[in-house]
């Protein structure tokens, strides 16, 4: 089973930022917070990832609390080509851990 | 060219048949896998390669036998095919020499498989 709550959907005007939450109260210490989508027939396409620390790459920004209980996925100028389901995935650090996909979050992007 | 490739896009077949689906990657990665997603759109992972070693292996019926002949390939033999086997199948390769520090994982476009 995922290890990580997301509310189901969200609307988010075109150009505003994304903020989409996630909550993973049972994260262990080696445990990494992995972000996916899925844009509508696609395969799922990598996102960000982190430990502790906050990441950003050219796609978004990754914010984890101090407690590591819950982060933020943040797409900062938001496109219509951005409308998919968002997984947020708690993953461990062995090479036999799994991407456990839950139910994710719909964004809809909107004119 | 594709990163990760899978033939054929679209299998249609009948109960009880066999049928393969390949998948393909030019990433260079050390490791890959085959996703199933149902109808409820749930993904859940089947199996995963490490430098050909099967190192992954859910709950899935001895129906299913992934055969990896290189790091480059993994393919999906499924025997006896039954309507719940309807699904689209996902590929996806990753370089896991950072093990899950960096377990960047790129997909396929999918193979669409309805069973009749």
């Known amino acids: 089973d995922a290890k990580t709550t997301q509310p189901p959907s969200m609307d988010c005007a075109e150009g505003r930022a994304a903020n989409l939450p996630c909550n993973h109260s049972?994260?262990?210490?080696?445990?990494?917070v992995y972000w996916y989508r899925q844009i509508h027939s696609q395969g799922p396409q990598y996102i960000i990832h982190?430990?502790?620390n906050n990441e950003t790459n050219e796609m978004a920004s990754l914010i984890i609390t101090e407690d590591r209980k819950s982060s933020t996925l943040i797409l900062p100028h938001a496109t219509l080509r951005d409308t998919a389901v968002y997984y947020c995935?708690?993953?461990?650090?062995?090479?036999?851990?799994?991407?456990?996909f839950g139910t994710g979050t719909r964004l809809q992007v909107f004119p | 060219d594709t990163a990760v490739s899978q033939t054929p896009k679209y299998l249609v077949t009948q109960m009880g048949n066999d049928k393969s689906i390949k998948c393909e990657q030019n990433?260079?990665?050390?490791?890959m896998y085959w996703y199933k997603q149902d109808s409820k759109k749930f993904l859940k992972i089947m199996f995963s390669?490490?430098?050909?070693?099967?190192?992954i292996n859910e709950t899935v019926p001895n129906r299913f036998s992934p055969k990896s002949p290189d790091k480059a390939h993994l393919n999906l033999h499924i025997n006896s095919l039954e309507l719940g086997d309807s699904a689209v199948y996902f590929c996806?390769?990753?370089?896991?020499?950072?093990?899950?520090?960096?377990?960047?994982?790129?997909f396929g476009a999918g193979t669409r498989l309805s069973v009749l």
């Open positions: 995935i708690v993953r461990g650090s062995y090479n036999t851990d799994k991407l456990i």
């Open positions: 049972t994260i262990s210490g080696n445990e990494y």
């Open positions: 982190g430990l502790k």
């Open positions: 390669y490490n430098n050909k070693e099967l190192i």
């Open positions: 990433l260079g990665h050390d490791t």
């Open positions: 996806a390769s990753s370089q896991l020499t950072s093990g899950g520090a960096k377990d960047i994982q790129y």
